[in-house]
């Protein structure tokens, strides 16, 4: 138990504080970008850390309220807890966290997918001659 606590803590402030570094990054890079298409995936990027950070507000939330109030006795005050608002603040940041980066790694999959289909379309269509 006291393990899995750890993990939850450790895994959670490294969220936070890398995600915290990658979107302060990207944000003092969007005014760098020279063209709208670098702009959206930059911004994308952003959406993930975002993402990723609200699931390291989650691990720290539930490591903390584990550690605090529930420490071995979850079973007995298991009702409370899933019918409680900390339980159902940690269900929507998760959704909500996990819902934009799948988002955003969506939109970045067909950007890539649209970019190498149309790579390959301008390799094997014939150049046309200029007579």
Same mark, same amino acid.
């Given at each position: 138990?006291?393990? #899995?606590?750890?993990?939850?803590?450790?895994?959670?402030?490294?969220?936070?504080?890398?995600?915290?570094?990658?979107?302060?990054?990207?944000?003092?890079?969007?005014?760098?970008?020279?063209?709208?298409?670098?702009?959206?995936?930059?911004?994308?990027?952003? #959406?993930?850390?975002?993402?990723?950070?609200?699931?390291?507000?989650?691990?720290?939330?539930?490591?903390?309220?584990?550690?605090?109030?529930?420490?071995?006795?979850?079973?007995?005050?298991?009702?409370?807890?899933?019918?409680?608002?900390?339980?159902?603040?940690?269900?929507?940041?998760?959704?909500?966290?996990?819902?934009?980066?799948?988002?955003?790694?969506?939109?970045?999959?067909?950007?890539?997918?649209?970019?190498?289909?149309?790579?390959?379309?301008?390799?094997?269509?014939?150049?046309?001659?200029?007579?």
């Amino acid at each position: 138990h006291w393990a #899995l606590t750890s993990l939850c803590w450790f895994m959670g402030v490294l969220a936070i504080v890398f995600n915290t570094v990658a979107v302060v990054d990207g944000l003092n890079t969007l005014k760098s970008c020279k063209t709208g298409s670098i702009l959206y995936i930059r911004t994308l990027i952003i #959406l993930i850390g975002c993402g990723d950070f609200l699931m390291g507000i989650y691990l720290v939330v539930l490591s903390f309220y584990d550690s605090v109030t529930h420490k071995d006795d979850f079973c007995i005050n298991q009702h409370e807890w899933l019918t409680g608002i900390p339980c159902m603040f940690l269900g929507v940041v998760s959704t909500f966290g996990t819902q934009v980066s799948l988002f955003a790694m969506t939109i970045l999959s067909i950007i890539r997918a649209s970019g190498m289909i149309r790579s390959a379309m301008a390799m094997t269509l014939p150049k046309q001659v200029n007579k």
